[in-house]
């Protein structure tokens, strides 16, 4: 009988501040035997997103944090390579939340846990990105929050990550102008010629609140009408400069903020100036639009309709830089570390 | 003939910062000649609010600033004293928007301009406190915003004030917990005794977010679901940092930065984390629901279900030091000036 062996990575300790390499450990386990109604699933690819920061705090926070010396969490799309259930066969492609290692044995009755993709129109990996979790957090904050109008102004600050270039792409196809914010000349180039965004700002050229609201102000003429966050700090302050009446924020992320800094709203007085609704959400607790998003973000993937693009890191060994490359903002679209 | 001399207030000139006597100034006009389809009405109240702090800047607010050298903008409750129109009869209590003077001339045929009340059970004054804008306000952020639940805790600052006194009550009719954030020992005692709130905190005793945040700990040992916000500053943050999963935040007004002080708020980042709605709101723009809350409010003063104070001003030449006071939390419940 061959041993399988599932390699790893868990929390060796939690960042004070920035963190590092250090607080990840690569480690091996043997794959266990499978009980009745367990199914193996090897996976393919493990997805990074930026909430894994907060899990790696001891603090409060809406989830509990990831234990010490337990494998990282993660969202995961593989094959079932060995089944003691009915409900999946050997070669079955499915997505969970199998953590950061090459393989997983679950309980297949277990609801929720494991889910069977169609991988004929769609690639597995796009699963993990705008047809998983990114997306929907995207079809949430957007169609649910900023529910904009035809001709409205939506601007999405990390336009050029998982779910900021599905956000974009989501408001054009309402009809609404889509205005990325994002790091580097290469990215906002890509956000606007490859995704369509109507236009895309630097924030490496903009260091304050000031200078980023007049980049705005060109790129906005008609105000803004929708912002869908994932920074904080001095770009929601800008963002709060340029905003109409009964304008709407999606508060998805503030990465900004992840390592612990203090990140003031300079003038939190502009939400009712503007009679502004500000909504933070979390779309794991807003499972019943699922179906809906993920029908509809399917269906415009495999068209084609809703452009992608992943960052892909080689190996579990990989993983924790990849992280840390993601947190610092070196991806392009969803980062995924392929794993076969 | 008499001629009829009517004492107005006019905003003289627009404070650089906090304002000043100085910036108003008493002035007479003759009443002049009703022409058909006018009426002239004596006002009995005038109605001092925060709002219109914000209307003698010149800067971008949600409404037009108050031109200079006219007669300051108000609510006003009074009496027809003459008539030329078979809209309103002479003895008719009224309201309207009637400004800062003795009397008014007025198209009756506008519409919205001047309404008719009942004084049989409610009081005229009533009509500019409880049973008027500020009663609405408290309403809508409340019922609309907030939507409290039998059980939850409902937090309001400036709790002693005409829209604060409202809120806590209405929420306590509704099932929930209503603590309340009040300037002086006086006042929060009252707010207490008279009004029946469950608490309330006397902001004099804790002047950083922490401190009162442990206050609020105590008054509200299963966090906060609602907050309905007249202040900013210090005390949102000290909120903030209570709320519950879910909460609602209903900005009504932001005191503290009124005369341009900036007001950041610490820690925006607890939105997310707490999957917290924030909404500003102006209730002018919501006057679909004003019949729906007026009947509720009416029904409530004229049951003794709803308690409400008035600190009293005499005489039009009164009025700015009043005004000051209010802006300043020398008022407890509605600031009204008696003109007759």
């Known amino acids: 009988m061959t041993i399988l062996i599932n390699k790893q990575q868990r929390l060796a300790s939690r960042p004070a501040a920035e963190p590092t390499l250090d607080n990840f450990r690569l480690a091996e386990a043997p794959v266990p035997e499978l009980a009745a109604g367990q199914v193996l699933v090897r996976h ?150 490859e995704l369509g965004f109507d236009a895309c700002i630097d924030y490496h050229e903009h260091r304050d609140a000031r200078s980023l609201a007049a980049a705005l102000k060109s790129a906005c003429p008609n105000g803004i009408d929708g912002y869908f966050e994932n920074v904080g700090g001095v770009i929601l302050d800008a963002v709060m400069l340029r905003l109409n009446a009964f304008a709407r924020i999606a508060m998805c992320g503030m990465i900004a903020g992840y390592n612990g800094e203090p990140i003031p709203m300079a003038a939190p007085q502009l939400i009712l100036v503007n009679r502004v609704k500000v909504e933070g959400f979390i779309v794991s607790e807003h499972m019943d639009v699922w179906p809906e998003a993920l029908t509809e973000l399917a269906g415009l993937v495999a068209h084609g309709h809703l452009k992608y693009r992943e960052s892909v890191a080689q190996g579990i060994e990989a993983a924790p830089a990849a992280f840390l490359g993601l947190l610092k903002g070196r991806n392009f679209g969803k980062q995924l570390v392929k794993l076969v």
Request: proline share 6%.
């Open 44 to 193: 393919h690819f493990l997805s990074l997103d930026p909430y894994m920061r907060g899990r790696m705090n001891d603090g409060k926070s809406y989830a509990a944090p990831q234990p010490l010396d337990e494998v990282m969490i993660g969202g995961t799309a593989g094959e079932v390579v060995a089944s003691r259930s009915d409900r999946f066969a050997v070669g079955d492609r499915v997505v969970g939340m199998g953590g950061w290692q090459q393989y997983q044995v679950i309980d297949a009755a277990q609801p929720g846990m494991l889910r069977k993709v169609d991988t004929a129109h769609v690639p597995l990996s796009a699963y993990l990105g705008p047809v998983g979790m990114p997306g929907v957090t995207a079809w949430y904050g957007l169609v649910r929050i900023i529910a904009p109008k035809a001709g409205e102004t939506v601007v999405v600050s990390a336009a050029s990550g998982a779910v900021g270039t599905v956000v974009g792409q989501l408001a054009r196809l309402r009809g609404a102008r889509a205005i990325g914010i994002a790091g580097g000349p290469e990215k906002c180039r890509a956000v606007v010629e």
